[in-house]
C-alpha cells in the first residue's frame, strides 16, 4: 500500500516539474524572441533574415499544436524582422483561429496591397477575406455626457468610430470609457456574428456640478408677528375661543344624550303599598 503511495506521489511530482520546466522553457522562448527583435536594428541583414525564419519555423510548429495565441506572437516578432507576405498570412490564420476576425482581415488587406507579395498569397489572402468578412458583427458605440479629452477602447484596442456601426469581433466585447489613465465607465455588449449591436459609454457628472444643480426645497411659511403689534393677542384670542367653543359643544352633546336616555326600571323594588278595608 505504501509502495503505491509512493510511487503515485513521484508520479505526480514528476509531472509537476515536467510542466514548470516547459513553463520555464516557453518563457525563455519568449524572452529570447523579445529580446531578438529589440536587437533588431544591431543586426545585418543576413542575421535579421536568419532569426526571422527561424521565429517563422517556431510560429509554424506552434499553429500546428494548436498554440495560437503563442504562434501569434512568434509571427509579429518575425513581421518585425521581415516583413514577408507569407510571415503575414501565417499570422492572419492565427488570428482567425482566436476569433480575431478584424486584425485578421487587417493583415488580409496588408498582403493584398503589398506590391511584393506573390499572387498565390494574395490570392488565399483574398480567399481567407471573403471566408471571414460575413462573420463580423457591426457594433455602434456612443458617449452621453461632455465627451472633451476622452477616448473609448474595445478589447484594450483604441475605438475611433462613435455613433455609427463599425466592424466588431463576434462574441462578448468590453468597452471603456477613458480619461487619459482614468477609466470613466466600462461596459460589455455581446456582438452576434453577422450581427449588429449597440452600447453607450456615460460620462459621469461631477458632484459639483450635480450640487449646483440640485435645487432647495420651499421654504415653509409661517405667519410672521412683529413684536409689540395686537396681532398675536388677536390670535390667540380667536383660537382660545374655538378650544372653549369646541369644549362647550361636547359637554352639551353629553348632557343631552344622559337626558334622551332609557329611564331605570322600578320593577318590584318599589315599597309594597298595603290597603285596609
Not at 465627451?147 to 475611433?160: M, N, Q, S
Request: hydrophobic share 45%; glycine share 8%.
Amino acid at each position: 500500500m505504501r509502495l503505491g503511495i509512493w510511487l503515485a506521489l513521484s508520479l505526480a511530482l514528476a509531472a509537476l516539474s515536467t510542466g514548470l520546466d516547459a513553463a520555464h522553457a516557453q518563457d525563455e522562448q519568449e524572452e529570447d524572441a523579445d529580446q531578438a527583435a529589440a536587437n533588431a536594428a544591431e543586426l545585418s541583414e543576413e542575421e535579421r533574415t536568419e532569426q526571422a525564419r527561424t521565429l517563422f519555423g517556431e510560429g509554424l510548429e506552434l499553429a500546428d499544436a494548436g498554440d495560437w495565441d503563442r504562434a501569434v506572437h512568434r509571427f509579429r516578432r518575425a513581421l518585425e524582422l521581415r516583413a514577408a507576405a507569407p510571415i503575414r498570412y501565417n499570422l492572419a490564420t492565427s488570428l482567425a483561429r482566436m476569433g480575431r476576425l478584424v486584425e485578421a482581415l487587417e493583415e488580409c488587406a496588408a498582403i493584398i496591397e503589398d506590391p511584393e507579395a506573390d499572387d498565390a498569397v494574395k490570392e488565399a489572402a483574398r480567399a481567407l477575406q471573403v471566408e471571414l468578412d460575413p462573420r463580423l458583427g457591426r457594433l455602434t458605440i456612443s458617449v452621453r455626457g461632455d465627451a472633451t479629452g476622452t477616448h473609448v477602447t474595445l478589447d484594450g484596442r483604441p475605438w475611433e468610430t462613435l455613433g455609427a456601426p463599425a466592424a466588431a469581433d463576434p462574441g462578448i466585447r468590453v468597452a471603456r470609457l477613458m480619461r487619459e489613465m482614468e477609466e470613466l465607465d466600462i461596459e460589455e455588449v455581446d456582438v452576434p456574428e453577422g450581427g449588429t449591436a449597440q452600447v453607450q459609454l456615460e460620462v459621469p457628472v461631477p458632484l459639483a456640478v450635480v450640487a449646483e444643480t440640485t435645487p432647495d426645497p420651499d421654504p415653509i411659511e409661517e405667519p410672521i408677528v412683529e413684536p409689540g403689534s395686537d396681532d398675536g393677542l388677536i390670535i390667540g384670542l380667536i383660537v382660545g375661543a374655538g378650544v372653549l367653543a369646541v369644549g362647550a359643544a361636547i359637554l352639551i352633546a353629553v348632557l343631552v344624550s344622559d337626558q334622551s336616555g332609557p329611564q331605570p326600571s322600578m320593577g318590584d323594588f318599589m315599597p309594597g303599598v298595603l290597603e285596609f278595608d
